[in-house]
């Protein structure tokens, strides 16, 4: 297999001390439970707060339900290919940032930084990544199939209130605005990275092709990567810079193979035959493949009641009452 997708395979370790450190995250307290034990088994505060999950609607069945709302099991070879994608720079015109740039696997698939890095890092991943920063840090990727609304702000949402649900559309910003024909929300964004200068994209050519940026940025054109396409009819770069990734996936025998391993029975696909629709939806399967909910929260809402300790279940009140941290933490 060429080098550039035999480089990705290196993924493989990335993605497992990902789900090492991911497990240790979602254990919220597990190897402190011995220091607590005496505080267990007050009948009155476990009925408060089964009262309290039902009401919010929290089953601690999210991950036994995926395949469900899914609508069919998870194709790992979709997933796998999605992984390659995923950890292959080639998503970006920039050439020096992947997905896991920002979303890293050894950090539970979240950002590494408190504010995000994407283009001119310092091709490293972690606490000594290095490099202009994002207006804001990166979201957790674990799990992000199931929300009804991606970004912090947030401004992809599913307009059916239900993120397995196209009826209506995925609503993003302008251009895209309502993405038709994609099965989740997940996989109506996961395209859309690469469109962004400072996550993917780069400033390299926006001096000649500076669509709606101006003079004061510039100073970013660096000459590094491919430059920016010209902006279409749109007046932005965004569809542009989906053509260029698509064109630069398509011209590699070896991701023609893959993806015809997936979409074409096996086939290698003909050049040009890789689409935009293709790689969201390989992308999401790997996003999708990171669900993991067996937290102790998630075993006492199935019925263990003594999963958690009393000072775990007095914080689930005021997170799910009157602190409100559910509001924005859901």
């Not at 439970?33 to 999950?53: C, I, N, Q, S, T």
């Not at 995925?170 to 994609?182: A, D, R, S, T």
């Not at 004061?216 to 660096?222: E, G, I, K, L, T």
Request: glycine letters at 12%; hydrophobic letters at 40%.
């Amino acid at each position: 297999m060429p080098e550039r997708i035999g480089r990705c395979v290196a993924g493989i370790l990335f993605v497992m001390i990902g789900f090492i450190t991911l497990g240790q995250t979602l254990a919220l307290g597990q190897g402190g439970r011995k220091h607590d034990d005496r505080e267990r088994g007050d009948p009155g505060l476990d009925r408060r707060l089964a009262e309290v999950l039902a009401a919010a609607g929290f089953t601690g069945r999210v991950e036994s339900r995926l395949e469900v709302r899914l609508r069919r099991p998870l194709d790992p070879a979709l997933a796998d290919l999605g992984r390659l994608l995923f950890f292959d720079k080639i998503l970006g015109l920039h050439e020096d940032n992947s997905c896991a740039g920002c979303h890293s696997p050894a950090f539970g698939f979240g950002d590494s930084q408190p504010m995000a890095i994407g283009v001119d890092n310092s091709d490293v991943v972690g606490p000594n990544r290095r490099g202009p920063r994002n207006r804001r840090r990166a979201p957790l990727v674990a799990n992000t199939i199931f929300y009804p609304a991606l970004m912090w702000t947030p401004r992809f949402v599913a307009l059916s209130g239900d993120p397995f649900d196209p009826s209506l559309g995925f609503q993003f910003p302008p251009p895209e605005n309502v993405i038709f024909g994609e099965p989740t929300l997940l996989a109506a964004q996961g395209s859309l990275p690469s469109t962004e200068l400072v996550e993917m994209a780069g400033f390299t050519g926006i001096t000649e092709n500076p669509g709606p940026f101006g003079p004061r940025h510039f100073q970013f054109d660096d000459g590094r990567g491919q430059p920016l396409p010209a902006p279409d009819a749109t007046g932005v770069h965004n569809f542009p810079i989906q053509a260029a990734v698509d064109a630069r996936l398509n011209a590699i025998p070896a991701y023609l193979e893959k993806f015809g391993e997936v979409f074409n029975g096996g086939v290698p696909l003909p050049a040009g035959g890789i689409t935009i629709s293709m790689r969201r939806r390989a992308i999401a399967e790997f996003q999708t493949s990171l669900t993991a909910a067996n937290a102790p929260l998630d075993q006492f809402a199935r019925g263990t009641s003594d999963a958690m300790t009393t000072g775990q279940k007095r914080g689930a009140l005021l997170f799910f009452g009157r602190a409100g941290c559910v509001r924005c933490h859901a």
